[in-house]
């Protein structure tokens, strides 16, 4: 496109390209004869910076550069609209400019975003978790460390016995008590739900224990589902 200022110094377009105008979706006479007919498909919350540029540009004589959204037919558009001055003696400037749809690289652009924040949030879930495990693991081995620790007492001191077997119980209480909490709050916790094979994971346990089913001459026959 070609834009030129007229006598009053209001922008006017003395060329438009038959892409442009299929872009804007707009008939070359009517805009030529009334150049707001393009300025409309700026997105209204870019019009404010839109007109303010313009402004300077044409106030300045200098380049213009933007980016930003146009609306054809209610659907929305990222574009970049340059153009450039050109001096013409006794007439007056004139601004060359094209204008290249975007949207696609935009769009992409905020997929990869969307994508990237959505895995720092996976990985910073992650490490919550594998920070509370480390949490709980330390609660349980408190109180596990002391079972082991009386247990081997009993047995050296068969007269404390009694009062060791008592300790035992609490700490064992204890344990219990952390895992009651523990699954509590796994249940607030949303889960990922997904469908799976029942026979893969009785295969799986099978797999685990093969060498004791040998040992033990044990065969497990799994048949498949009617």
């Not at 209204?44 to 303010?52: H, L, S």
């Not at 060791?164 to 895992?179: F, W």
Request: hydrophobic share 45%.
């Amino acid at each position: 496109y070609t834009i030129e200022l007229n006598a009053v110094g209001g922008p006017y377009f003395s060329f438009c390209s038959s892409r442009w105008l299929t872009m804007l979706e707009l008939d070359r006479a009517a805009v030529m004869a009334d150049p707001t007919l393009a300025f409309r498909c700026v997105h209204p919350d870019d019009v404010e910076g839109f007109v303010a540029l313009n402004t300077f540009v044409m106030r300045n004589q200098t380049p213009f550069f933007w980016r930003g959204r146009i609306v054809v037919r209610n659907e929305t558009r990222w574009v970049v609209i340059e153009s450039l001055p050109r001096e013409r003696p006794g007439q007056g400037p004139l601004w060359e400019g094209v204008m290249i749809d975007i949207t696609r690289e935009v769009e992409m652009q905020e997929a990869l975003e969307k994508a990237s924040l959505q895995h720092q949030q996976q990985l910073k879930q992650k490490l919550r978790t594998s920070l509370a495990a480390a949490g709980i693991a330390h609660e349980i081995n408190q109180p596990l460390s002391r079972l082991l620790l009386r247990a081997q007492l009993a047995t050296s001191d068969p007269q404390q016995a009694v009062a060791t077997l008592e300790a035992i119980v609490g700490d064992a209480q204890e344990v219990v008590g952390i895992i009651a909490t523990v699954k509590e709050l796994l249940r607030s916790v949303e889960s990922d739900h997904q469908a799976f094979d029942l026979r893969d994971i009785v295969a799986s346990a099978l797999l685990q224990i093969q060498w004791q089913a040998d040992q033990s001459k044990i065969e497990a026959i799994i048949r498949p589902s009617s």
